[in-house]
């Protein structure tokens, strides 16, 4: 039986011939509008078209290496689609995204994304969040989800979503061992390479650069116009670069030119059992453009120019729970910089009370002068934080942020907002409520831990205080990162 290193290289002599001695043929998962190969070379298309004429040429294609795939002829086509079919992008910007076993990070990664962008860059980029799950329920939920949160970045066909259907994948439990991996290590990042295979070939045709993302990361504004900016300088240099990295962890970050992708998706079906996508991409640009006499240390710095490190980082990995059952990475970039913890605003003067157990010097007082961010112990139903102000005043409209980006899942969740008017007998009778309240609801926060809104000074009048109320126990702690109360004095 021969050794996963033996098969692996084996297999790597067999990539040399198929990806420079024929064409590559793999199925494309999307339709490919600006392909016009049929077009310049109509007799090779009819030639690798008809069966009568080719029977003596036998082209690879992604049949070759998931012969599977011939088991069902849906097993390429998605099986889920939400979106506007946005082609002729700059950049498009893919999102795989898992169950994992606690907290999921794809919401504040998208609200990242999309925050960071100004309406020029929206307009210019595509984001394809690919749902790597054959459970359609489970699809269907996540992408509610989003449709609910990002409506209008779905309406717009800034955002898409796809899923895969469950005959693209092999039976996960027939693999061989590979790198002396436990075998569900195996199994993840087997799928691993196939989601990613899959992702890159629905999105190729989709724009002139395609960026690898993760779904737990963040990133700053205008990262889309600087990754736009550095690779057209790098174009207008001549460099004929391979990769630009804008991230030094893993596979995030990663900027190919569309028409490179067939080599990784190549790679990546042909040793999706073999080692992870990340760890092909040296040996795809040593294959591609290193002579197989070339010294090593010659070798190294041709890679140095084919592979290009932007600084500073423009994405920062957030996550903490992987994908793969039972493991913790704390990975962080540390070209990234440093993002805020919090965002402090002159608020006016409040007495603040929560019974909720501030963490050491992280408390919900500190948060409202702005010094720090309030950090407090699992909050339990019926826990409230109540602002009192010193005096009424016109309250315009509220911005409360929960979480941060170095502990993303610490957010209030079904928790509402409440206003307490001077005058409630007139705000009772205009809004039909018992007489009994003293608190009207104004507001919830969402999905991503934020509560935002607009309050009418000639509806409400006057606003003595303001009163969050937690309706169900949290599994974890509680951040308070931004608190902002607006009473139209700038």
Request: net charge positive; with cysteine.
């Amino acid at each position: 039986m021969l050794s996963g290193g033996r098969i692996f290289r084996k297999k790597l002599a067999l990539a040399l011939l198929v990806i420079f001695c024929v064409p590559f043929t793999v199925i494309f998962l999307h339709r490919d509008d600006n392909n016009t190969n049929g077009e310049e070379f109509p007799e090779l298309s009819r030639l690798l078209l008809d069966p009568e004429r080719s029977q003596n040429l036998r082209l690879p294609n992604i049949f070759s290496f998931l012969p599977y795939l011939l088991n069902n002829p849906l097993s390429t086509v998605p099986a889920f689609v939400i979106g506007q079919g946005k082609t002729h992008a700059s950049i498009v910007l893919g999102v795989p995204t898992v169950k994992r076993e606690s907290q999921s990070y794809l919401l504040p990664t998208l609200a990242s994304l999309i925050a960071s962008m100004n309406e020029e860059e929206k307009n210019d980029t595509l984001i394809i969040v690919f749902v790597a799950e054959t459970d359609l329920e489970y699809v269907t939920v996540i992408a509610e989800k989003i449709k609910k949160q990002f409506g209008d970045a779905l309406q717009s066909g800034l955002l898409e979503i796809v899923s895969p259907p469950p005959s693209f994948y092999p039976d996960l439990n027939e693999l061989r061992v590979t790198l002396n991996d436990p075998v569900e290590r195996v199994k993840w990042r087997t799928k691993q390479n196939l989601d990613y295979a899959f992702l890159m070939m629905y999105a190729q045709s989709r724009g002139m650069y395609y960026v690898q993302l993760e779904d737990d990361i963040l990133t700053t504004p205008g990262y889309i116009t600087k990754m736009k900016k550095f690779a057209l300088k790098k174009e207008a240099m001549n460099l004929d670069w391979f990769l630009l990295d804008f991230c030094q962890l893993g596979f995030i970050g990663k900027m190919f030119k569309s028409t490179d992708l067939p080599y990784i998706i190549q790679f990546a079906v042909m040793f999706h059992n073999d080692k992870p996508v990340d760890w092909l991409l040296d040996p795809i640009i040593e294959t591609r453009y290193c002579p197989h006499d070339t010294v090593r240390k010659k070798c190294n710095q041709i890679k140095l120019l084919k592979w290009i490190h932007f600084k500073p980082s423009l994405f920062q990995h957030v996550g903490t729970t992987s994908s793969l059952k039972g493991k913790v990475q704390k990975l962080k970039d540390k070209n990234f910089g440093k993002l805020a913890l919090f965002m402090p605003h002159k608020n006016p003067p409040a007495k603040v009370t929560s019974p909720i157990k501030a963490y050491k010097q992280f408390t919900i007082q500190r948060a409202y002068r702005g010094d720090s961010f309030f950090w407090g112990l699992m909050p339990q139903a019926g826990d409230n934080i109540v602002f009192e102000f010193s005096q009424p005043v016109e309250l315009h409209g509220y911005r409360l942020r929960s979480g941060n980006y170095e502990h993303p899942s610490d957010l209030l969740y079904n928790t509402s907002v409440e206003i307490r008017p001077t005058d409630p007998e007139r705000v009772k009778e205009t809004l039909k409520i018992s007489p009994s309240e003293q608190f009207i609801g104004v507001g919830e926060f969402n999905d991503l831990g934020i509560a935002e809104g607009k309050i009418d000074p000639s509806q409400f009048g006057q606003i003595s205080a303001v009163r969050l109320v937690i309706k169900s126990a949290s599994k974890n702690w509680v951040i308070i990162s931004e608190i902002m109360f607006d009473t139209g004095s700038g």
